[in-house]
């Protein structure tokens, strides 16, 4: 857990970040749905449109929690007095040749805690997870014109390229994406 502190640093300040299995993430799940309808409400590429409905949420994060319980996906939320305001997924490859592979997804702050290093936070439990977990090299992709390409970057994450139409919004418009990458080994090339 990564106790992360804001400017009040009080005791209700405190963002903790923490690794949920299966059975709590579905004790969360009202939370996470919130977490993700608040996101996709503020622009985050996440794959949904706005506005996300209840029931596509909820389904959304059952199919993560079986994921987890099945070992194909590992999940951090970010707590703020109880309340969820942050969330990152890991997804490690099952490949044979790629035991050493992870991807990151969903990464999503609420708006109320932006710009508090939330997401950094996160960042660093994600590749923290990764490295304990013999994963390094971590590959992600994020909207183009999104702030999180500049996020990413530095993080120290390279740009591999963009892919343009690779996600329909609602108006049928494509939005092109951006993949990077970052090796957590070190000696390995970056």
Known sequence: MTALPDEADSPESLVAIRRVEADEAAALIARLAALLQDAVASGASLG??????????????????????????????????????????????????????????????????????????LMDAVESLARDNGRTLLVLDTNTDSDAVYFYRALGYREVGSIPGYSLEADGFGRATTIFYKSLAQGMMS
């Open 48 to 121: 949904f449109w706005h506005p996300l409905d209840d029931a596509r949420a909820h389904d959304y994060w059952r199919g993560v929690i079986a994921e987890v319980a099945a070992g194909k996906r590992w999940l951090l939320v970010a707590e703020r007095a109880g309340a969820v305001v942050g969330s990152a997924q890991l997804e490690p490859s099952p490949r044979q040749n790629a035991p050493h592979r992870a991807e990151v997804q969903k990464l999503m702050a609420h708006r109320a805690a932006r710009r508090q290093g939330i997401g950094r936070a």
